[in-house]
């Protein structure tokens, strides 16, 4: 008994130290993080797809753990296989401060948004996929609304699977239950489930949440979601035959006995009063464990269970089970849905459960529905059913008064004797040469300068080239800087003579997955120019997609006659 | 008093003692430390849990053995962690006595502090591990599982 009281003195005062030391109040510095170096870095090209997994509460995701051949990294990255990198984010040194907090958030982001660069600079789309473990679904919450304000993150994280997150809290949150239970664990240096008490991590695991803790919002437009949230159900048998009959032959505890799946499940309606649907909720999944109260008893006493208890603590606990069963609070309080200390026994016998708070992550079911959802999540590959196949885009940089590509013009506009006549930066191309001129009534756009006239500007609109004379450069303001060979693609050919154009203005309602425009595409595929990302200007690949290895790029295009719908379609020739 | 009371008073009076070490702790301007705390001495208190770790006795063997080669429903009843209202279902002892089982009291051990374990055998001739431990003095079967 002194053991166990030694323990549990221990715990407390621990999580009163550890609070003091580690509760994180409301944002209010303002100041960017220095984030600690991660295990895993990033390499500055990474082949396949980024997938970023984030531990929970009392989590790591240290050189050791990530290597682990039975630890979540590896154990995804076998199920997801070739065409996938599984990352991890570390955020050991704030896992007990809740996990929407400043520095956790903007960690992650830059570390996500690290990942998402990596993938580009091999020619991927840079869409990155994320799973969160416990609270680990939480910090990905709270990181996504840094990544809308980056250059392309919004789109940046195409999907988000959720392994155990209390979306809407737990019972044990804003209790002192952690505490005694780490108490019976005594310490055995292993992960516990439960943050201590004190610590933000288990005061915002409480819901309602307190209002001191930082908000977790919904998932950006254009992000999959999908959340998993295991049940174990414990049942009483004695030599494989259950000897009771009713409702208490077979009990739920709290989900996976920490977070009830009303929560772990509980995505859509978590950030209400916030609007929804933000992000596209593909589903949930509710892996069940029937577990024998006395098979798990036996794995206990027998020291097979494996979850770090000293002898005296097991005996205690043996006989607290059947204490419990005689008494039926613990049962009676889990019906009402309600934390209390009676059920400890349960949640201790429980670890030995594959569907067990902390062993999610390494259950081959878990595994198994996350990897599927993951697949569902990664932009759709592209196949060659979406147009001819080329060997590669050419992309040409063009260059009239070098080339001479500006002779023979398909027609010449002289402004001499307009009444209204001059050039401004162009809206649609990101060249420092490029503008938009009005003549009369007409407008061109992009209008490319001659640099040894400046009066002088030839104008690109697919087939059509238009040379326009004696207009002054209003501005010499563009809305672009870009050189020439670094500048977005303004207009893209496709091989069966659709063209596509930039285009400037609001454009047309975002759709899901495609949140901007780049413009509009006039032939065989005229429809809209759809875009994942706003960095036209800023990226020399703008408006093109999914890069394939022998170089092919494709645009999406929603098509006037499949409205809502996009598909992607390899380009021919990309001109910027 | 039960397990779980004295455990609720142990943690009251654990969370006194904390919330007095804390306070000197402020007081005294020393920062909290976990290798501090966890040499922190145990509280002691007037509670004396009882140590429920009697080996089981001949006789309430072989009320055991009894009660399971009978699957009578009297005689098993107190062996069975039952809640209050709760009663030990029909087709439960039907078929425990379509098991035919036979206690081996000579298995009996120890296998941690205040927890037994004995064997049984079917008439399929299969193994079964029962764990005993006591509650108010009397035996019930915290488990009765194939052996391992």
Known sequence: MRKIVAAIVGAVLFGVAT??????????????????????????????RPVIYVHGWLGKADKASAAAADGPVQLLQKRLGAGYRVLAFDYSWANQEWGATKKTRECLTSYMREASLAFQASGGDGRILAVGHSMGGIAIRAASTLLEGVAGGNNMLAGVVTLSTPHQGSPWGGTIYADLYQGYKGYTGEST????????????????????????????????????????????????????????????????????????????PSAAPAPYPKGEFLGEQRPVCSESAGYLSQQLVKGKAKIGLVPTV??????????????????????????????????????ASECFHTNMPSSSRVDDAAVAYLKKMAPKAVGSDLGPVLSATKLVTVRPWVDGSEANPSRVIDGKNATNAY???SNVAARADAFRCFVDQGVHDPCLQNPANAKEYLCYFGSEKVLIQNVRAESTSVSGTAAPEQSSPFLVTLADGTVCRTSSGAGPPAIPGYPYWTGSCSGPHAGIWRARYADRGSNPASGLLEKTSSGVWHVAIEEDARPGKVSLYPVAVAYR | MTRRRWLILAGIGILIVAAVSFAALNLSGQPANSEQNSASPSPTGPIQASEPTSRPSQAELAQLRQALGTADTGALTPFVPLGRTEQLSPAFTDKLKALGLSLEEASLKEETPGVWTTEAVDRSAKRWEIGLVRVDGQLKMLYAEEAL
Request: with cysteine; charged share 15%; hydrophobic share 45%.
């Open chain 1, 19 to 48: 609070a003091v030391a580690g509760a994180a109040p409301a944002l209010a510095d303002e100041r960017p993080s220095v984030c600690p170096t991660q295990p895993i870095s990033i390499t500055s090209k990474l082949t396949e």
């Open chain 1, 193 to 268: 489930p439960l943050p201590a008490s004190g610590t933000s991590a288990a005061l915002c695991l409480a819901w309602p949440r307190d209002r001191s803790c930082d908000s977790v919002p919904y998932l950006p437009v254009g992000t999959k979601v999908a959340t998993i949230g295991t049940q174990i159900m414990m049942t009483r048998k004695l030599f494989d035959i259950p000897y009771v009959e009713g409702p208490t032959a077979e009990f739920p505890l709290f989900g996976d006995a920490i977070v009830p799946t009303i929560s772990s499940n509980g995505y859509v």
């Open chain 1, 314 to 351: 097991i005996a205690t606990l043996a006989g607290t089970i059947v204490e419990e069963f005689i008494d039926m609070r613990a049962l009676d309080t889990m019906m009402q849905g309600k934390a209390d200390i009676s059920q400890l026994s349960f949640v201790v016998l429980a670890q």
């Open chain 1, 423 to 425: 050039c401004n930066g």
